[in-house]
């Protein structure tokens, strides 16, 4: 009796002791995730309220936190350079066709892949990992995009890298795990063709995985400018990425044109603003994307990527 | 003695094969062009590594040039820098952020407030969709010395100067910008695996008494060791990969010294200086390195137990 009695008394302290420390972990925890957020949320915030600040603001520093002598300037001039908005047109092209030729291409290696009766599955599964390893070298590529005659066409930015292998792998995964084998069975005694099954079974179960793909090579398509340096010369098709490294990057900002620019002062905070703007705007595309795919976006990483 | 039923020959399980599944072979058909267009060929366009390459002759006409190319390489006063650049980069990139992507997706899962657990989540993605063009930019005004937001208050903690321009500097900055950019895109593949661990495995733990530390500890890491393991291999395969566009950009005359690496450098020798042979057989060298690592990781990772990729 004695000895429960110690015991429970000593169990009981030992919860609540726990619990304390649970309390301080947890603390611990949140104020970490908090940090966390803050330090990824400020550049953001800053940039934004940047934007929307007058140049001269920009320039000497007031702006921290929130817009100062709000102002949609930065807005209006970047919507009159001719060279960003032929880059956004371009690239809106890109992102259009290029993404739709990336899920095609995918899916229809994918789909082979994920069957199990397919005899060729091992050793096609073997030369996608294998090339997923051993990417090509730029001068070889290059000659063989300049033998199709495809510089300076879009071809050369879409055909290049119209599938991953990496994506190519989480998609045959994800059909592998969540199209029951009983619905093969039952489509191929209903006499379905191989092409019926994926357009009508297997694509409408797959959502998830070709929101993620959508989202992936979208966001590729958006920012990658390697392909158009080495493929692209001409300034009229440059993709965004491409004008974008020359306007932010290289400083040619043409802001000759604005007449009423007083002092260098003056011109270096315009061409700022020009800066903080146009980040805001060639980001919002993929941004507005997000939110529509993200509903199934954590499910199609979930099953695509939890391995066999 | 009986006849054993003969295995029907190769040729016939073949032919059987592609009358059942003909058309899963017309349906691959189209990507394995691909793969043999923009993959195959030009890896047996790294030939011209080992030839003399001349236009007119074109790739295969051209005279062989023996392992002249990667003599050049090794013996030029670059290379060591070049190779330890990259690794230094690489290396440094994979030791500090590999592993905070996984304390994020640890901590997200301790976090009481599902509203909390989702703003945080989805603010720490955000950055992955900036693009580098973007990124680089923003790090150029940030730490402009004369106008910079960061270089201002680095100022006021001593580090001064314009950090753009030091090679010292260069290092931090690219990796400093790639974990503030990556770690929450990292994080969802960890948060994906934890959310997959069987409940009963807490349940159990909390009839045992455990602290929510120990649960991390005992449940949640060993649950998610095998996502951690393909991905670090993933990630050692960016090892002699590391990325072209974002180190190209925040290359300048003053930080080359550091910022120079292998892929910068065999565009610059290839595409600008048009030394098609040397720069293939720099890149082929590369490829090779990068090859072994990985294969080398995968081993280790499956030596030890946990799996691999393939």
């Keep these: ?308 | 003695m009986k006849n054993r039923p003969k295995k029907p020959s190769v040729v016939i399980r073949i032919r059987k094969e592609m009358k059942r599944n003909w058309q899963l072979y017309v349906i691959i058909g189209l990507p394995l062009l691909y793969l043999i267009t923009f993959q195959f060929i030009p890896l047996l366009g790294n030939v011209l590594a080992f030839k003399d390459y001349r236009i007119k002759q074109g790739i295969w006409g051209s005279p062989w040039a023996g392992f002249k190319y990667f003599q050049q390489f090794f013996n030029s006063p670059q290379f060591k820098n070049l190779l330890s650049n990259t690794l230094l980069l690489s290396f440094g990139q994979l030791v500090l952020g590999f592993p905070l992507p996984i304390v994020l997706a640890l901590a997200l899962n301790e976090a009481l407030s599902p509203k909390f657990k989702k703003v945080v989540q989805t603010v720490t993605f955000a950055p992955y969709f900036i693009s580098v063009v973007v990124m680089v930019s923003l790090v150029n005004l940030l730490l402009d010395p004369h106008v910079g937001l960061l270089a201002h208050w680095l100022s006021q903690i001593g580090i001064e100067g314009n950090l753009l321009g030091m090679p010292q500097a260069f290092r931090p900055i690219y990796i400093l910008s790639g974990i503030w950019q990556t770690t929450g895109y990292s994080a969802i593949i960890y948060i994906a695996a934890l959310s997959s661990i069987d409940p009963s495995l807490y349940e159990a733990a909390a009839v045992d008494g455990a602290t929510r530390f120990q649960r991390i500890l005992h449940i949640n890491i060993p649950g998610i060791l095998p996502t951690i393991v393909v991905m670090l291999i993933l990630e050692s395969g960016k090892i002699m990969n590391i990325g072209f566009e974002k180190v190209f950009l925040l290359q300048n005359d003053m930080n080359m010294v550091a910022s120079e690496i292998i892929s910068t450098y065999v565009y610059k020798i290839g595409m600008v200086k048009a030394q098609y042979s040397f720069s293939t057989a720099i890149g082929l060298f590369n490829s090779v390195i990068n090859a072994i690592i990985v294969v080398t990781v995968n081993k280790i990772a499956r030596k030890v137990g946990e799996g691999g990729l393939w």
């Design chain 1, 1 to 308: 009796m004695h000895m429960t009695g110690i015991f429970n008394r000593k169990k009981k302290k030992q919860r609540i002791h726990m619990g304390m420390r649970d309390k301080t972990f947890l603390t611990i925890v949140h104020v970490y995730l908090l940090l966390t957020l803050l330090i990824i949320l400020y550049p953001l915030v800053y940039v934004i309220s940047a934007s929307l600040s007058a140049p001269h603001a920009v320039i000497s520093g007031q702006v921290w936190l929130f817009p100062v002598d709000f102002s949609l300037e930065g807005y209006i001039r970047v919507f009159q350079n001719k060279t960003f908005l032929s880059g956004l047109r371009n690239s809106f092209f890109l992102l259009f066709c290029g993404t739709l030729i990336n899920i095609t291409m995918t899916v229809l290696a994918a789909y082979p892949l994920s069957r199990k009766n397919f005899a060729a599955r091992r050793p096609l599964m073997f030369i996608f990992v294998f090339f997923m390893i051993f990417t090509p070298g730029i001068v070889p590529l290059y000659m063989v995009v300049k033998d199709l005659h495809l510089i300076n066409t879009y071809w050369a930015l879409i055909l290049p890298t119209a599938l991953s292998a990496y994506y190519v792998i989480i998609t045959r995964t994800f059909f592998e795990s969540s199209i029951p084998s009983a619905l093969y069975e039952s489509a191929r005694l209903d006499g379905a063709s191989e092409f019926k099954i994926l357009l009508h079974i297997v694509l409408p179960l797959s959502k998830p995985i070709l929101a993620v793909l959508a989202l992936m090579y979208g966001v590729t398509h958006w920012n990658s400018y390697f392909n158009a340096l080495l493929f692209i010369d001409k300034q009229e098709s440059f993709p965004l990425a491409l004008v974008l490294r020359q306007i932010l990057i290289q400083n040619t900002v043409d802001i000759t044109s604005v007449a009423d620019m007083k002092t260098m002062l003056e011109m270096e905070g315009m061409r700022d603003l020009l800066k903080y703007s146009m980040i805001v705007i060639s980001s919002i595309p993929i941004l507005i994307l997000y939110p529509f795919v993200q509903k199934y976006f954590v499910q199609g990483m979930m099953l695509g990527a939890v391995k066999e």
